[in-house]
């Protein structure tokens, strides 16, 4: 990488975009220039080695060069966040199964695992569905509490980053996570799931 | 594999929640980061003010501080009703007003007759109390206080007063 391309600022999004959509090869390169730092904080939420986060990194670049054409994204940043959530979670299950190291996923998802019944979510209809009637409860969140679902179950990350970033106690978010899974699991119960 | 499944069901959700969540993330990064900024740079500003002022009293005799009344606009000028004269740091200033808000009368319970406003070489404005000896007679001394120094001064007949 030559000093010049070093110095000069990232690139706009539609331009980066563009690039995927030319096939041009300095789309992965410009991705990793105005994202790697960020990407790699996502990754580390749900894999701690640094070898792993470089994997899932590297296989986001893949399915981003994939994924674009045909997908034309509005927003790369929240684009590329799914991706590599996709991507790290499916590196962390590999670890589970393969007894490695847990990650600060662990905790997250052990804090809704009483929602969630094999027999109403054993195939993809069945996440869908279940994605949605998520989504609907979302929607009925407030703002602040809508933030601390996404980065508590979303991207998985630590509770005292969380209050750091809202510049609250740790407890005010503890009390507002137990808010927002006990509406959770109302909303779960009025869909028909046993909790 | 139950977390499994409730991850593989947040998959599904809307991507308007995670374009939401970036950029909400985004600005409070931003808000932080100008936070953090503030922070450290205000303790430095304020000593850097100080440190600054201290030098320019010790050095500069707090001239820069000086209330920069135009004498050249004030003499020729016929609408100011009444222009007070007064001295300060070896120079001679006028402090023209059009309707001032004071009254040389018993009934004021302080001897403070009214405020001027002045304009400085730089365009920063200050206000000025004028004070008066005493607070029955018009022609007692009159004082005009500057940054909490009283400086004694005369009542021009608004023609002839030059610096």
Redesign the interface.
Known sequence: MSLLSVLRPPLEDAEIIDLYFARDERAISETDKKYRKYLLVVARNFVSAQEDCEECLNDTYVGAWEAMPPQRP??L??FL??II??VS?NKY?EMCRQKRVPSALTNS??E??M????E???D?L???R???I??EY?KTLG?RQ??IF??R???AEPIDKIAS??SVSRSTVNKEIAAIKEGLRRALEREGYKI | ???????????????S??????????R??RE?QRRTFVKRVAPLAATFIVFFTVIGIILGGNTSMLPAVPNENVSGDTSYEHVYVFEYGGRKYCAAFMNPNFNFGKQYVSDELGEIVATDKNGKTSSHKIFSSSLDTVDKEVFIEINGNYYPAYKSNKSNEKE
């Open positions: 509005s927003h940043k929240a966040t799914s959530r996709r979670i299950n998802f052990d809704i695992e929602f969630v019944y094999e109403n979510a054993s993809e069945e996440a869908q279940l994605g949605a998520i989504g979302i703002k809508r933030y996404m980065s179950y979303y991207m970033e809202l | 594999m139950k977390k499994e499944k409730f991850s593989e069901a947040l998959n599904h959700i809307d991507y929640f995670i374009e939401e969540y970036v950029e909400e993330k985004e409070i990064n932080r």
